[in-house]
Structure formats: C-alpha cells, structure tokens
C-alpha cells in the first residue's frame, strides 16, 4: 500500500509542479496564443525553481518568509483595489444566490461538482510544510500545526477572494469566452496598469509555489530512492553540493515535467487533464493512509505529541468517504455532450501510473522493498 501511495503522490506532486509552471506562462503572455511560447516559458520557470531548489532548506525558509508578507500584502490589495476601481457592481442577490449551469448537463448538482476542480486545487499542497519540516526542530508538532494553518488561511483567504472577485466581474459571458479569463477580470475591473501589477503578484505568488512543489516532490523521491523504490535507486539517491542536496531528483523531476508537457503542443485537452491528475492523484495519496489507518489501526495507533483525540475516527472516516466520492467525480469530463476534446482524460494518466508502479512492485519492488527506513543505521546498511 505505502509502495502505491508514494507513486500515486509523485504523480500528483508532478502534476502539480507542472500546472504551477504553466500557469504562470500563461500570466506572462496572456495575450499570447501560442502554445510553444508557453511551453518555453514553462521550462524556463521549472528550471528557475529547481536552481532556487537547489540552494537548500536554509533558502526555502528565507523565500516562505518572504512568501508570507507577500501573499498577505498582495491579496490585500487585490480585495481591496480591485472592487473599489470597478466601474460597476452585480447586485448582492447574484453574487450569493445566481447559480448558472453552462455544463451541458441537465443535474445542476453535478454541475456544481463538477464545479469544485478549482475549489480542490486550491486546497492542495498544504501538507508540503509538513515535508519541509523534517528538516526543523520540533518537526512532529510543527508539522500538522503547519497542516491545519495552511488549510485555515486558505479557506479564510479563498472565500475573501471569490466575494472580491464576483462584486467585481463585468462581463460574465465575456470571462467564460475568454483564453485568460483572469487577465480579463483585471483589465475590466481596473485598468491595463493595475491589472499587469495583479498579474505580478500572481506570478511571484506561483513561483514561490513552484519552489516549494519542487523541493518537496525532491525530498519524496529522494526517500524512495533511500527505499529502493525507484529504478537505479543507488543512483538517485546521492546528494550533491554543500548544502546536501538532493540535485539528481531535481533534475530528474524536471526532465519528467518537460517530457509530459509536449503532448500539450498539440492538444489544450491534454492540459486540462494534467491539473484533473493532480487534485485526484494527491487526494487520493492523503487518503490511502487513512485507509489504513482505519483497517489495520483502528484502536492501537500509537499516537505522537500532537493528536485529534476521540476525533481522530471521525475526521478519519469522513476524509475517506469525501476524497472517494470527490476521486469519481473529478473523473466525469467537465461538458456535455463528450467527444475527444472535451474528454477527461485524467482517469487513463492515473491508470498509466498504477501501471508503472505495479510493474516495477511486481518486476523487484516485492524483493527488496522492506518499507520505509526509520533509522541511519538502516540508511547506512545499503
């Protein structure tokens, strides 16, 4: 099970990492429809972030410090200015009660399901301080503090930013018809100036992201490696430089981005599908230990300095039933009726890496694979 796990996290931190970098292609050249600028600037920007990477933990914090001010002082100034420079403003009753249904399917409850693609992105990689933090003091309490911060300011955050946002929308039917629909939203809303300098916050925002993405994807592989859970293991799992790092993972994961994105130089489709992979991919990595838990440590799992207590159970089984049925319905494609380019393609890159994984488990994995090292003289026996 944690065998399948870690692949199944890999390919949504993956996905992950590349949705970030080609997002922020997209803000760059907004007016722009060409797909092999984006590319290119999409490997430019992976690169950028693992040469940051590769600096070590001690820079990451110095960037998430930074991170910190800056997401706080520009989302400030997003809700605040641009409402403010709106020339006008939908009414109260349709910023809370309008629900509008341009899905193609009939069910307005799976077209509000299927709505939440956006609403789940924007709640991952929360646990990547946890990752980060094994390098801290404290990392056992730093860690699920980190966790239930991330997930707190992102909710607080995102519903401050959908109220902003929907008071300030113009043009509807415009925004849906757009290519970059929130390059639209703050040239409307404000001016070509104002909406440039939104963009920047948003791109430095994504890069500090990006950073983060990739040096815990880094640290995940590393393990593996550590574990033997990775072809040429031995190989990857050397460190590099003064500050340890683990450069060959980097370099690795970057290649990987690189070769997967291409397909998307001939179809948008294929893009959409990667962001799909990446919200089900992760949900369904942090729900496999949840499984577990439940089956195999219901009542005897021995518990650390931070705990839920007598909710753990619950909030177990609730996670569980939630990322089941939230798995299924990223799956459904997003319009009706489906042809080739709306399809949801998703479903056959997660089938593609359940594939991978069984095959390398079934190929060795099941002979040298003795589940993660938990002290240096199981890591220095290899």
């Known amino acids: 099970m944690s065998w399948v796990c870690g692949y199944i996290f890999i390919g949504g931190l993956l ?50 410090k ?46 509000f399901f299927l709505g939440l693609l956006q609403a789940g992105w924007t709640l991952l990689g929360y646990e990547n301080g946890a990752h980060i933090s094994e390098g801290t003091k404290n990392a056992d309490v730093t860690g699920p503090r980190g966790i239930i911060i991330s997930v707190i ?22 925004l849906q018809e757009s290519s ?55 190989f990857w799992y050397k ?15 970057a290649a990987i981005c690189i070769i997967v994105i291409l397909p998307s130089l001939a179809s948008e489709v294929y893009w959409s599908a990667i962001m799909s992979t990446a919200v089900i991919c992760i949900n369904i990595s942090y729900g ?23 909710w753990s159970i619950p909030i177990n089984i609730i996670a569980v039933a939630w990322i089941a049925f939230f798995g299924v319905i990223l799956c459904i494609p997003s319009v009706n009726p489906v042809s080739p380019e709306t399809m949801n393609w998703s479903c056959l890159m997660i089938g593609a890496i359940l594939i991978f994984s069984l095959t390398f488990w079934f190929l060795g994995g099941r002979k040298n694979y003795k589940g993660p090292m938990q002290t240096l003289t199981e890591m220095n026996s290899k």
Not at 29 to 41: D, F, M, Q, R, S
Not at 153 to 174: H, P, R, Y
Not at 188 to 202: C, D, G, K
Not at 239 to 253: T, W
């Open 239 to 253: 460190l590099s430089g003064k500050h340890q790092v683990p450069l060959r993972v980097l370099l690795l994961e």
């Open 15 to 64: 996905s992950a990492a590349m949705t970030l970098a080609y997002t922020m292609g997209d803000y760059v050249i907004e007016k722009i429809t060409n797909p092999g600028a984006n590319v290119g600037l999409y490997i430019a920007f992976l690169l950028l972030g693992v040469g940051y990477s590769y600096l070590g933990l001690r820079y990451s914090g110095y960037l998430n």
């Open 66 to 111: 930074f991170m910190v001010v800056w997401v706080v002082v520009g989302t400030l100034i997003v809700i605040i200015a641009m409402p403010v420079m709106a020339p006008s403003h939908p009414s109260a009753s349709w910023v809370f009660t309008e629900f509008k249904n341009s899905t193609g399917y009939q069910n307005a409850g799976l077209a």
């Open 288 to 310: 496999l230990p949840y499984v577990c838990r439940l089956i195999w440590k219901r009542h005897d799992m021995t518990k650390g300095p931070f705990s839920l207590g007598r």
């Open 153 to 174: 300011g992102a909710i607080v955050q995102g519903v401050v930013l959908c109220i902003a946002t929907l008071f300030s929308i113009q043009d509807l039917e415009e």
């Open 180 to 234: 970059f629909p929130v390059a639209t939203l703050f040239v409307r809303a404000t001016n070509e100036s104002v909406a440039a300098f939104f963009i920047v916050i948003l791109i430095v925002t994504q890069f500090g992201s990006l950073c983060n993405c990739l040096l815990a994807t880094a640290q995940l592989l590393w393990s593996m490696a550590r574990d033997q859970c990775i072809p040429q293991h031995k």
